[in-house]
């Protein structure tokens, strides 16, 4: 269990970052706090991934589909955020998926994240 605390932590962590990145318009950190709720549930189960595609594919899984909709339009806009950091209209649509993703986990997880 001492993993899955782990990841919860810092998911919070990257939670608080992106949320204060975001008012400051400081569009490119999101994917990666998506990646720690992955592993976080992963850990609850005793495993760790090591690459993108055995998280695709735990998450595809293991989550409902509207949640993995969400979750791969976080990812996939990383790239695009990263390399066109101003892209402010496709930061708020990470955003509003991010909710969506948030509430699921804290639901999942019976704790609170934000």
């Known amino acids: ?20 990145a975001y008012k400051n318009k400081q569009h490119t950190v999101v994917g990666d706090l998506v990646e720690q709720l992955v592993e976080a549930d992963a850990a609850r189960e005793g495993e760790h991934f090591g690459d993108h595609t055995t998280r695709h594919d735990y998450s595809n899984k293991k989550f409902p589909q509207e949640i993995n909709r969400a979750m791969r339009k976080i990812w996939f806009a990383y790239g695009d955020l990263g390399y066109d950091g101003v892209n402010g209209k496709r930061a708020k649509t990470v955003m509003s998926n991010l909710k969506i993703i948030i509430k699921f986990f804290e639901e999942r997880f019976g704790e609170e994240i934000v």
């Open 1 to 20: 269990m001492g993993a899955f605390k782990k990841h919860i932590d810092l998911a919070k962590e990257k939670l608080k970052a992106t949320f204060t």
